[in-house]
């Protein structure tokens, strides 16, 4: 079992930049390819950024690409994403998540655990 635990969302003007992080639990965090995701209201949660378990590999919608970064400590459980030069249309709850099996995933069907959330607001 995984329990994951998000920070970091805020309110913040366009073109600002936020840091999300996610701690872990347990002591297998090494052995989860890690993701966030995003749902605003209204909308299906839809995929940000997936990273491997050795953060060697990483993939991102492309409505973020070049903007975002995704990131983590494996010696701190924590997975990151660093978000800039954020756009109104950013705005939603954000997600992480962990998956168990290998390989990056962009469905949330691949994913075994989920936090409860971070709230990013961005402000025309």
């Known amino acids: 079992q995984v329990h994951l635990v998000e920070s970091g969302g805020g309110l913040v003007q366009a073109g600002d930049s936020l840091r999300l992080s996610c701690v872990a639990s347990?002591?297998?965090?090494?052995?989860?390819?890690m993701g966030w995701f995003r749902q605003a209201p209204g909308k299906e949660r839809e995929f940000v950024a997936t990273?491997?378990?050795?953060?060697?590999?990483?993939y991102y919608a492309d409505s973020v690409k070049g903007r975002f970064t995704i990131s983590r400590d494996n010696a701190k459980n924590t997975v990151y994403l660093q978000m800039n030069s954020l756009k109104p249309e950013d705005t939603a709850v954000y997600y992480c998540?962990?998956?168990?099996?290998?390989?990056?995933?962009?469905?949330?069907?691949?994913?075994?655990?989920w936090g409860q959330g971070t709230q990013v607001t961005v402000s025309s």
């Open positions: 990273i491997s378990q050795s953060g060697g590999s990483t």
């Open positions: 347990g002591r297998t965090f090494s052995n989860h390819v």
């Open positions: 998540a962990a998956r168990r099996g290998a390989g990056l995933w962009t469905g949330t069907g691949g994913y075994n655990y």
